[in-house]
């Protein structure tokens, strides 16, 4: 068996093996069905709201929410973090701004974005797009700090402008924390999206329930 | 005829980040360079000779003085001097050919001369069949040399090296020497080689600079009367007249050693 089939199988083991300590619980546990409902229950449920074409639906609208925060943190976030990063003086300004930000969840601000934007489109919108962006912006600015100043210099010193400096060390060189920073910040938006539509009550995963 | 490189009462003085005192790195520093010439700068560590290969390679501007190369002031780092570093300077995310290559990139020159060159410069450096590697699939040494070939492809006037061989292990440092050796006697390059290994210096130098320590200057100018085509380690390690040199270095740097009573 490959390495990757046998991930596979003991991944859908322990799977089964929670479903069923699940039900044996539901079924066991003198509690009302409201309070656990067994599995059973919750895909029979799962089955309606396919048949009814609700879950469809609402699963394709939060993926487009969430698509067009992922755009959003590639077209802004990244190239924002790296032109932030390319000074030491103006990376140790915005350093303690933007950690605060990407630590203050866009979910913690949903109380005010509701007064601010109202139950609607526009506060699932920002909450999502800040939650992504922030961890974008300060990964990226770590990124080229963290790039060895040694690998500028040689740079400097075989002849190279500026632009080809951007283009051929820091870009580079920041990309493993860039890609850290899409994934923290898809990770935390797509909590902050199901979130906001609980919340909102808008068309989207969250709402569907 | 003018020095290629023209040292001019060069000082240099800043401030330790750390003790947050004014440290004086270098005090009316005067060298002269010939074109062609290999000096190889020599002292005990803390007297200033990476600081006075940074100021050469515009890295650092001086607080004092000036620096000439081929007549016109030094005023930042351009590809007339190439670096070589003693940290591992080469980019990880490049192959060997496109780190070999890279100069010649930001120069302009077509891919097809680019290739050739690289192939001229893989084979000068004992690296045939690496050019596809990346950095971290080499030793040490090998990385050294893509650094060396690196600089060597791009063509520049002159070659500032940085204890190179500082941090590879003694039997490839040996081989590095006199492949280096060699690559001088073949290029003709003027070189300025920094290192605290008086057996380097003496080796490789046509002349040994020894500096003085805290604040740097320079203590003594020592010629190696020796033909580049009979230094090799074997004639190195028998020849008497190495030794004596050897010895007279090492003298002048011990007496700085000794005399500025730091850490040596």
């Known amino acids: 068996m490959t390495p990757h089939r046998e991930a596979v199988v003991s991944w859908v083991v322990v799977l089964a093996a929670a479903v069923a300590a699940w039900g044996l619980a539901a079924a066991t546990l003198p509690l009302p069905e409201y309070y656990l409902p067994p599995p059973t229950a919750v895909l029979a449920a799962l089955g309606d709201l396919v048949a009814k074409g609700i879950l469809p639906t609402y699963v394709a609208e939060s993926l487009r929410r969430m698509l067009l925060a992922a755009l959003l943190g590639l077209a802004v976030g990244v190239p924002a973090g790296l032109l932030l990063g390319m000074s030491r003086r103006v990376a140790d300004f915005f350093y303690p701004l933007l950690n605060f930000f990407q630590s203050v969840s866009g979910i913690a601000w949903l109380p005010l974005l509701l007064v601010w934007f109202g139950f609607g489109e526009r506060t699932i919108l920002v909450a999502v797009n800040y939650t992504v962006l922030f961890p974008v912006i300060f990964n990226a600015l770590l990124g080229v700090r963290s790039v060895p100043p040694i690998y500028v210099n040689a740079l400097r010193t075989l002849g190279a402008p500026r632009w080809r400096i951007v283009r051929d060390v820091l870009v580079p060189g920041a990309l493993p924390s860039i890609a850290t920073g899409m994934r923290l910040g898809l990770a935390y938006g797509w909590r902050a999206l199901i979130a906001a539509e609980m919340l909102v009550g808008a068309h989207g995963l969250g709402s569907a329930s | ?264």
């Not at chain 2, 060997?96 to 084979?123: M, S, T, Y």
């Not at chain 2, 596809?132 to 050294?144: A, D, F, I």
């Not at chain 2, 130098?205 to 190696?224: E, I, N, Q, S, T």
Request: glycine share 10%.
């Open chain 2, 1 to 264: 005829m003018t020095a290629k490189i023209a040292v001019q009462g060069l000082g240099h003085e800043y401030v330790n980040p750390f003790t947050r005192e004014r440290v004086l790195a270098l005090d009316g520093l005067t060298l002269d360079v010939a074109d062609g010439e290999f000096l190889t700068v020599v002292g005990p560590s803390g007297c200033g000779k990476t600081t006075l290969l940074n100021i050469l390679a515009g890295l650092i501007p001086p607080t004092r003085g000036a620096v000439l190369v081929d007549g016109r002031p030094v005023t930042g780092p351009g590809r007339d001097r190439g670096v070589v570093f003693q940290e591992f300077a080469i980019l990880p995310w490049r192959t060997v050919e496109r780190n070999i290559a890279h100069g010649l990139e930001i120069q302009g020159v077509p891919k097809v001369e680019r290739a050739a060159a690289v192939r001229r410069f893989v084979e000068l450096i004992g690296l045939a069949g690496f050019e596809k590697k990346y950095p971290h699939e080499l030793s040490g040494g090998m990385r050294q040399r893509v650094a060396v070939a690196r600089t060597l492809a791009a063509n520049p006037e002159v070659m500032l090296m940085d204890e190179p061989f500082a941090s590879v292990d003694a039997q490839t440092r040996i081989t590095l020497q006199e492949e280096l050796n060699a690559i001088a006697q073949a290029t003709r390059k003027t070189i300025l080689f920094v290192t605290h290994n008086v057996e380097e210096a003496v080796f490789l130098g046509d002349r040994c600079c020894v500096l003085a320590r805290r604040p740097g200057r320079v203590k003594a100018l020592v010629p190696v009367d020796i033909p580049r085509a009979r230094r090799t380690w074997k004639l190195f390690t028998s020849d008497p007249a190495f030794g004596a040199m050897k010895d007279r270095v090492l003298r002048l740097v011990r007496e700085e050693v000794e005399g500025g009573g730091g850490d040596g």
